[in-house]
């Protein structure tokens, strides 16, 4: 595969004299390297390597209004510290010191003028499968990163969240039935409406962490059909209404006219719950959630609006992340929450080709939008 990478790989020449770049050019288009870019102005240099993002840079040395001594400690700036950016230096003749200079600049190796080019080739394609053997490097170590925030995610749920209703459910059943006979009709409608609630709340983290497990095997199978998002709305509004009721919170929906999305039916609900169910668990008493849904050109736009507690902007970063440390934020009722609700609907939105962004302001309340395309690409 790195073999393969090597012929595209994006190389960029940075020498002042022609000739010497005309032979280069004529070299590489002769052996195939399909992604070859130079500039003799060395005043361009590092705006074209922020743009152009080369494998590799064959630069020289001495050259007008911009020395490759300088481009070297520019460098410095643009690329990030992990990242290895192998630099040829071209050189006709060179002085020890000079040689110093440029290898503790990050200089990578040397390409003496006039130029034995199987010489130049083998020493661009040693420094280019070590670059590319580095990004499989960091690509894996973030994988296994990010395999080790799951798995601590994973056991966190289990031995926190998962655990709390089952230890309020046995506690409000235990305290009813040895109380049975002294508790009146209210006060046994209170416990079993507390138990209900209690198990509710684990049912619905259950779900959550099933659907996200199996996600994480990838043993989710996406299955798009047409659906009418006004429906599906309606339909979530109404099973939230209960909880919504008893704080007091508005659920309102908005529409400019039926809209139809081609997607998976069980991901979109999912979405939306875990969003919905959010903005009520965030919204004091008395203020209202808002979900609306329009038909912009090949997208559908669904925004969820509360008049919550709102998000810090440090905390919206953290939002979706599986390794944030953002603390879990009980609700204004005293709700809990895992926060793999929102983990879960990056995730799903991913999967369906959308987008979701966050705008918010503490104590002033939270839009979610999400963007779907219309219909999803079969490729």
């Known amino acids: 595969m790195i073999l ?33 870019k130079s500039i003799t102005d060395s005043r361009e240099a590092i705006e074209v390597i922020q743009s152009f993002k080369p494998d590799i840079i064959l630069l020289d040395l001495n050259m007008p209004f911009v020395s490759g001594f300088d481009i070297l400690e520019k460098l410095k700036e643009v690329v990030e510290p992990d990242e290895y950016l192998p630099v040829l230096i071209l050189t006709a003749d060179i002085t020890i010191e000079a ?3 440029a290898l503790n600049m990050g200089a990578g190796d040397f390409i003496t003028k006039p130029f034995d080019l199987t010489e ?26 990010q395999l080790l925030a799951t798995k601590d995610k994973f056991f966190s749920i289990i031995a926190h969240d998962v655990r709390n209703p089952f230890v309020g459910i ?22 079993l409406q507390l138990i209900n609630k209690t198990a509710t709340q684990g049912h619905e983290l259950l779900e959550n962490l099933l659907k996200w497990s199996r996600s994480q095997t990838g043993t989710i199978v996406i299955s798009p059909e047409k659906l009418i998002v006004n429906d599906i709305i309606k339909s979530i509004i109404t099973s939230l209404k209960s909880q919504a009721d008893n704080k007091k919170i508005k659920l309102l929906s908005q529409f400019d006219s039926v809209i139809v999305l081609d997607t998976d039916k069980e991901m979109l ?16 008493e008395n203020g209202f959630v808002k979900t609306s849904a329009v038909l912009n050109s090949d997208n559908v736009i669904i925004t969820v609006t509360d008049t919550g507690i709102g998000i810090s902007n440090d905390d919206i970063k953290k939002l979706f992340r599986i390794d944030s440390k953002m603390q879990s934020r009980m609700g204004t009722a005293n709700e809990s929450g895992s926060g793999l609700g929102l983990i879960l ?12 962004s966050v705008l918010s302001k503490i104590n002033e309340g939270t839009k979610f939008i999400l963007t779907f395309p219309t219909h999803r690409n079969k490729a």
Do not use: W
């Open 170 to 191: 046995v506690n409000f059943s235990k305290i009813t039935l040895s109380h049975f006979d002294r508790l009146d009709k209210t006060e046994i409608h209170e416990s």
């Open 4 to 36: 393969s990478r090597i012929k595209k790989a994006r190389i960029l020449i940075i020498d002042d004299q022609e000739s010497n770049v005309e032979v280069l050019l004529n070299f590489f288009e002769m052996v195939n390297y399909q992604n070859v």
């Open 99 to 101: 040689k110093r200079k």
């Open 269 to 284: 609900e999912t979405i939306l719950r875990n969003l919905i169910s959010n903005a009520v668990k965030f919204t004091p």
């Open 345 to 356: 609907c990056k995730e799903f939105v991913d999967k369906l080709g959308g987008t979701i």
């Open 120 to 145: 130049l080739q083998a020493r661009l394609n040693t420094h280019l499968q070590i670059r590319f053997k580095n990004e499989q490097i960091k690509s894996y170590a973030e994988e296994q990163k």
